[in-house]
């Protein structure tokens, strides 16, 4: 199914007005925290996870966060009501059915317009390295020769992520995806992105990942990487909580 929108694009530098918190997921390596809230409502660091990240978005200048929500969502919905000021909570539904990550963003599509937007997991955690982590990725964003830019973290410094890294970039700042099990790839994906909505083009019905679009801009050669500066954990289970609070705590 596609869908032809006039699309402005935006200056090279310019942070997105605009961002989507991915928060609809079922939290279930998080279990037993997972029990009786949704993942982003679990709490590291003295915070839940989501706030972490909204507050992020706001010392970036984003004016409007679309937020997903599924598990739950009754939950999630009343913490955000009111919670944030200058900046705008927007609600993309999924209680009927979870969508994943490509499908959320079809399912949110109508609620963020048409100009390139960051995309944020909120099941990760970072810390900016010399400059503000999301004004460094937008300063890399080139709408001329990008549909995707993802922020990547060398697999070495991915705290408490086990997989074997998703992305090989290449000098010019290309990325190639991980082939084959047993392989191994040198960076992996934060949950941090900026996509253009021309990507969000022939989708699948029902749920479906991310990698749909990734997979297409990757062939086109549209698809980039920007490499984090500064610490990034990935917390998906509960022992990773105490883990990324001694190192934060260490400075």
């Known amino acids: 199914m596609t869908r032809q929108r006039t699309i402005r694009p935006v200056p090279r530098g310019e942070v997105p007005t605009t961002a989507m918190v991915m928060a609809a997921g079922l939290g279930k390596r998080m279990r037993p925290l997972t029990a009786t809230r949704p993942k982003p409502l679990v709490e590291i660091a003295g915070k839940p996870l989501i706030d972490h990240v909204i507050e992020r978005l706001q010392a970036a200048g984003i004016k409007r966060a679309v937020v997903n929500v599924h598990y739950l969502a009754d939950t999630m919905e009343a913490h955000l009501a009111h919670r944030f000021a200058g900046i705008d909570i927007a609600i993309s539904d999924e209680r009927a059915e979870l969508m994943e990550t ?28 010399p400059v503000d982590t999301l004004k460094l990725l937008a300063s890399r964003w080139d709408d001329a020769i990008m549909d995707a830019l993802l922020l990547v973290v060398p697999l070495a410094r991915a705290h408490n992520h086990g997989g074997q890294g998703d992305f090989v970039v290449a000098a010019d700042g290309r990325i190639t995806a991980r082939r084959g099990r047993g392989r191994v790839a040198p960076f992996v994906y934060t949950g941090i992105q900026i996509i253009h909505p021309r990507i969000i083009a022939d989708w699948p019905e029902g749920p479906f990942s991310t990698n749909v679009f990734w997979n297409r801009a990757i062939e086109a050669g549209r698809a980039y990487a920007q490499v984090h500066q500064g610490l990034w954990f990935d917390i998906g289970t509960p022992g990773a909580i105490p883990k990324s609070e001694a190192i934060l705590a260490d400075g």
């Open 102 to 129: 490509g499908g959320g963003l079809v399912k949110a599509r109508g609620l963020f317009g048409d100009e390139p937007i960051l995309v944020v997991n909120s099941d990760n955690l970072w810390v900016d390295g």
